[in-house]
């Protein structure tokens, strides 16, 4: 009879896998007469195995030597269920000599699972491994031994090696600076000097003035290199090189595990003459290249996407020619690249610092985007020609804030991320140094303001740089 024919017979209903749970004959004749995927199938469907299960342990051992991997990783799975360390003489052999990784994760993860001392000397031969995956999984059964000094003794060694997830998990564990992420920053709020401030100057200036770690949240579009007025770079190298000393500076003042967001896109720098091809400088790809060296951990890429109609049409001599090569698509994109201060902390820790009601008003309610891909048309601006739409700095703001925090933009332009910011309860620090934004701020602000009012509030305050060391003095003496 074939397998096909058998398996037809045998419907796996929950009280057939019931049946199989206890009767070792039904179970053996099931393993006998089926074919891979049902027996896939079953085994996923095992549930709760202990030792009134114990007569199918010598079977799904030797479903440990099934020519599919799929059996090997459901079989091993099953039997570290039992989470008994009197199977480890069976498993052993079965560990190092496996070809596929899964296999071998899986059966480090049962023997994991006894958390018996009995298999330390095993989980550290495994440590060898070539795949990090596997070496992962035997530190994780080790570290149940963490406060036991020859265990941590033996993953030591790890803190060096190669792979970034392994040394992550375990230099924390050998620092002794280590702090627990149970520990609170109490002064969650920001300082008031800093509050709803707009400064006009040079960023780099004024990000000197600003104390560390008084930021929760930075969203900002750069200048787009030479491709806008104004900003006027000698190269592209000088550019990413002010880009680098400006990100370097936000890390300073951001607070431990909270927020950078990045909104830039590749630009197109005119040709010189019709003899020369004009140049794209790729600016999202060359900031990422530093951003890690600086601290900023990459979360995620949020693509922002415009209509069609909104964006120079760069197709129309394709439309004419159409000869490969000389492809030119739209660019309906921009990126907004998500970034977090580097921490061992956990965003619970960060969470952990507000209280229930700030918590409770900062839900986000539903209709959020569910995608990496925001939809938003873009705005413009009879003074500034590349304001943020506030709809974008709402979203921003509500999925990467609390109520209360201070919002910052190093870019202000016309102050958008501030008008937003106290839309949403939120405070702003903006910098600015075209006199005119610095004005057209002045007008937008104090109005969006004084609408938003709230007694919680300063209201906002625009200053230079030195009036702005004067905020900070009389904040340090008061
Ligand atoms: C792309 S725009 C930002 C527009 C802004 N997101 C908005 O919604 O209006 C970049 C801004 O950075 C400003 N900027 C350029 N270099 C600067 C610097 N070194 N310090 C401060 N601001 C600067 C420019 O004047 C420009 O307004």
Same mark, same amino acid.
């Given at each position: 009879m074939s397998n096909q024919t058998n398996n037809k017979k045998f419907k796996i209903d929950e009280q057939s896998i019931l049946d199989l749970k206890v009767d070792q004959s039904k179970f053996i004749s099931f393993i006998r007469s089926s074919d891979e995927k049902t027996l896939v199938s079953l085994l996923s469907r095992l549930g709760r195995l202990n030792s009134s299960n114990q007569n199918l342990v010598p079977h799904l051992i030797e479903l440990l030597r099934h020519?599919?991997?799929?059996?090997?990783?459901?079989?091993?799975?099953?039997?570290?269920?039992?989470?008994?360390?009197?199977?480890?003489?069976?498993?052993?052999?079965?560990?190092?000599?496996?070809?596929?990784?899964?296999?071998?994760?899986?059966?480090?993860?049962a023997i994991g699972r006894m958390r018996s001392l009995l298999a330390v000397e095993l989980l550290t031969d495994v440590l060898q491994d070539e795949d990090p995956k596997v070496i992962l999984q035997a530190i994780r059964g080790l570290l149940v031994f963490k406060k036991n000094p020859e265990v941590m003794q033996v993953l030591r060694p790890l803190?060096?090696?190669? %792979?970034? *997830?392994?040394?992550?998990?375990?230099? #924390?564990?050998?620092?002794? /600076? !280590?702090?627990? %992420?149970? *520990?609170?920053?109490?002064?969650?709020? #920001?300082?008031?000097?800093? /509050? !709803?401030?707009?400064v006009?100057?040079?960023?780099?200036?004024?990000?000197?003035?600003?104390?560390?770690?008084?930021?929760?949240?930075?969203?900002?579009?750069?200048?787009?290199?030479?491709?806008r007025d104004y900003s006027i770079y000698r190269s592209y190298g000088e550019y990413l090189e002010f880009l680098k000393e400006v990100f370097e500076g936000v890390h300073r003042v951001t607070r431990e595990g909270r927020f950078l967001i990045v909104n830039t896109s590749p630009v197109i720098v005119a040709r010189f003459s019709r003899s020369h091809a004009s140049r794209r400088y790729p600016i999202p790809f060359d900031i990422h290249a530093f951003m890690a060296s600086i601290g900023w951990e990459y979360i995620d890429d949020i693509i922002w996407l415009k209509p069609e109609a909104s964006v120079k049409n760069r197709n129309a001599g394709f439309l004419q020619h159409r000869k490969p090569l000389g492809y030119k698509p739209n660019t309906v994109t921009e990126m907004?690249?998500?970034?977090?201060?580097k921490t061992d902390r956990l965003i619970d820790w960060n969470m952990k610092q507000y209280d229930e009601s700030t918590i409770e008003q900062s839900l986000i309610p539903d209709g959020f985007e569910t995608s990496n891909v925001w939809k938003i048309d873009p705005k413009f601006n009879k003074i500034h020609s590349a304001v943020f739409p506030v709809e974008l700095c709402e979203k921003v703001i509500s999925y990467y804030s609390f109520k209360g925090?201070?919002?910052?933009?190093?870019?202000?332009?016309?102050g958008t991320l501030g008008k937003a910011a106290l839309g949403l309860g939120r405070v702003f620090f903006l910098t600015e140094m075209n006199e005119q934004y610095f004005d057209l701020m002045r007008t937008s602000l104090s109005v969006e303001n004084k609408l938003f009012d709230n007694s919680a509030y300063k209201p906002a305050r625009f200053v230079g740089i030195d009036e702005f060391k004067r905020l900070r003095l009389g904040n340090a003496e008061g």
């Open positions: 020519r599919s991997v799929s059996v090997r990783v459901a079989a091993a799975h099953n039997l570290g269920k039992f989470g008994d360390d009197s199977l480890l003489p069976a498993l052993a052999p079965f560990v190092m000599p496996d070809q596929s990784t899964d296999v071998r994760r899986e059966i480090v993860s803190t060096t090696h190669p %792979n970034e *997830e392994i040394k992550r998990i375990l230099l #924390p564990m050998f620092d002794v /600076t !280590n702090r627990n %992420n149970t *520990e609170v920053r109490k002064d969650v709020a #920001p300082a008031s000097f800093m /509050t !709803n401030v707009v006009k100057g040079d960023v780099l200036q004024t990000l000197k003035e600003v104390p560390d770690e008084e930021v929760h949240l930075t969203f900002t579009s750069p200048p787009y290199y030479n491709a907004l690249m998500v970034y977090r201060k925090d201070l919002v910052f933009d190093p870019f202000a332009g016309s």
